[in-house]
């Protein structure tokens, strides 16, 4: 199945959503730059607590869940 194509673009420094493959690969990333052929580059935490840098691609991105203090 494939996902639903969206225009929504996030603009540099957005924090959002990445749902990768499977549940466990959904995290919280910003989004640093745009990269080619529809892919951003955004930064998360790594396994060791060390910020990595990922180009993912841009359908996979979605804006975060309302907080609890929103």
Do not use: C, H
């Not at 996902?3 to 466990?24: E, M, N």
């Not at 060390?50 to 180009?55: A, D, G, I, S």
């Amino acid at each position: 199945m494939s996902r639903p194509k969206s225009a929504w673009f996030p603009p540099a420094g957005t924090l959002v959503t990445y749902r990768g493959r499977t549940r466990l690969s959904t995290r919280n990333v910003r989004v640093v730059a745009e990269a080619s052929a529809g892919r951003m580059v955004v930064e998360a935490i790594g396994k060791q607590g060390v910020p990595v840098r990922l180009t993912v691609k841009r359908e996979n991105l979605v804006p975060m869940e309302p907080d609890l203090f929103d």
